[in-house]
DNA sequence: GCACTACATTTGTATCAACAACAATTGTAA
DNA sequence: TTACAATTGTTGTTGATACAAATGTAGTGC
């Protein structure tokens, strides 16, 4: 659908303007999908982000920075974040021994469980989100996108 | 930039993993450009985006629901987003009079003085942001974009 | 007019996020 | 080995946000 007709905007855009409002209304669908795909699992985006990247280093411990790092949106308090997830008993936190200021993160047998089944269902979900583009498509639009969030020195 | 190294992701993702990882990063990318544009004007992106829909109505009067519906992200708490507008005096409240139900929310003329200089910073960064592309490749995008969102029915 | 439902907005509450101040640790260099 | 800067993470505060319940208004059938 024409974004225009979505946000019942009258007037014609200037494509760069309507590529801006699209891909923030895209964004904001994508989120909202996924949300409340996650909802009975009891679980925000974040967290669930979280653990996938934990997950992601096979048992390796994470300090925050690297988590921070990672995620999708770049939060100001990770600590708190994963302070979630440690009541869940799905990560576990522990000093770094090589640096003290370090902590690492750490999933649990409990969080690779949990990850396991919500991952089938965001699986689905996401799926379901891109079946309207063939792979080719997909491809096309990765790669726009690489290409918009390159910066142009002057 | 690979939406891979930028997020420092080891394996390679399937095609439709990578573009939702990539909407929502981009999305995310042009959101806290924006947010830093206006923070300077001491008004978030919302109450922005608020003013930019109620001056597109020229003048005329627009219910807390027609916000909503024009709203990029659907918030669910319009009332005291309004409230913020309301105390910075860029837009005014009464009751509609053929539908006591509703509200009217119109822009003052500070607001509009406020909306014409904000205006012009985010124009700027506007086309900052889309510089990398082509006008060839936006419409593309759009395209591609508006055929994401479009639902599939088995 | 009265009960009933739908609608539009507001309010209460709990949670979440941004920002800044702080503390602890490490690295470096006089 | 002391001094200073940089890194890493935590905590307090304040404001924003989501969700649900409540309020007030309109329309509809009787």
Redesign the interface.
């Known amino acids: 659908?024409?974004?225009e007709k979505?946000?019942?905007?009258?007037?014609q855009l200037p494509?760069?303007?309507?590529?801006?409002?699209?891909?923030?209304?895209?964004?904001?669908?994508?989120?909202d999908e996924i949300t409340s795909t996650l909802k009975p699992f009891d679980i925000t985006t974040q967290q669930f982000n979280v653990l996938r990247i934990l997950k992601?280093r096979n048992g390796e411990p994470c300090s925050l920075q690297t988590i921070q790092?990672?995620?999708?949106?770049?939060m100001s308090n990770t600590t708190r974040l994963v302070d979630k997830l440690i009541k869940k008993n799905y990560v576990e936190r522990e000093q770094c021994e090589t640096n003290r200021r370090k902590v690492d993160i750490k999933i649990t047998e409990d969080g690779i469980n949990a990850l396991n089944v919500i991952n089938d269902a965001v699986d689905d979900a996401?799926?379901k989100?891109?079946?309207?583009?063939s792979?080719n498509?997909?491809?096309?639009?990765?790669a726009?996108?690489?290409?918009?969030?390159?910066?142009?020195y002057a």
Do not use: Y
């Open positions: 659908m024409l974004i979505e946000l019942k905007i009258s007037k494509e760069c303007k309507r590529a801006l409002l699209n891909l923030l209304f895209t964004g904001n669908w994508i989120t992601g790092e990672r995620m999708i949106n770049k996401e799926t989100m891109t079946d309207s583009l792979e498509e997909l491809h096309h639009l990765n726009l996108l690489n290409k918009f969030r390159t910066k142009t």
